[in-house]
């Protein structure tokens, strides 16, 4: 299996801060990486799929990048609606793995 | 407005099955391919299976091959998941999920989830 070690696994910031989340994969997964994020009580919403594209109606201070195995996720100009869990997902090859997930407070 | 909606989650004893119900709506499912992702209490998220547009096709995660089957009804636009031999291990919320693009799993809309607990 794949294993995706996310980091850190969690992170405290100040509004209007940059953060950035990164995901190193055990082995290349060929940008085949998705970022997703969790809000307590709610369902994973997809944010970055093939590491750099934003999904639909996902603000534009949020981006992706990396190749190879390693990727990272940067949010511009910290927002209080931004307080969620963060996880990457590898979906090269089954079965498909997210990391452990990064826990974004504000400070 | 896609939605989908789980059901069918409940308390059951290990050993024992448990069928999970995925309503879809508001995009054409039969062009779809879908997926079950579980998330333990306090945990992170974990695929389970998926299964192709057609339902010909499907995959599991290793731990659940054998015991649980994935199956859809297009013309209902319901995902199903036949989870039998329970385990203890196998309590979480099971989250249906649409894939993004055709072969490709990640997942672009997640319904709610259904909480699933095994124990006696």
């Known amino acids: 299996d794949i294993q995706m070690t996310q980091s850190p696994a969690s992170l405290s910031a100040s509004l209007g801060e940059t953060v950035t989340i990164e995901c190193l994969a055990s082995?290349?997964?060929?940008?085949?990486l998705a970022w997703y994020q969790q809000k307590p009580g709610k369902s994973p919403q997809l944010l970055i799929y093939?590491?750099?594209s934003l999904n639909d109606g996902v603000p534009s201070r949020f981006s992706g990048s990396g190749s190879g195995t390693q990727y990272s996720l940067k949010i511009n100009s910290l927002q209080s609606e931004d307080v969620s869990i963060y996880f990457c997902?590898?979906?090269?090859?089954?079965?498909?793995?997210f990391g452990a997930g990064t826990k974004l407070e504000l400070k | 407005e896609v939605q989908l909606v789980e059901s069918g989650g409940g308390l059951v004893q290990p050993g024992r099955s448990l069928k999970l119900s995925c309503a879809a709506s508001?995009?054409?499912?039969?062009?779809?391919?879908m997926a079950w992702v579980r998330q333990a209490p306090t945990k992170g998220l974990e695929w389970v299976a998926s299964?192709?547009?057609?339902?010909?096709?499907?995959y599991y995660r290793d731990s659940v091959k054998g015991r649980f089957t994935i199956s859809r009804d297009n013309a209902k636009s319901t995902l199903y998941l036949q989870m039998d031999s329970l385990r203890s291990e196998d309590t979480a919320t099971y989250y249906c999920?649409?894939?993004?693009?055709?072969?490709?799993?990640?997942?672009?809309?997640w319904g709610p989830g259904t909480m699933v607990t095994v124990s006696s």
């Open positions: 999920a649409r894939a993004g693009s055709p072969h490709y799993w990640y997942f672009d809309f």
């Open positions: 508001g995009f054409t499912f039969s062009n779809y391919d």
């Open positions: 299964i192709s547009t057609g339902g010909g096709n499907t």
């Open positions: 082995e290349d997964i060929y940008s085949n």
């Open positions: 093939y590491a750099n």
């Open positions: 997902q590898q979906n090269y090859d089954s079965p498909y793995t």
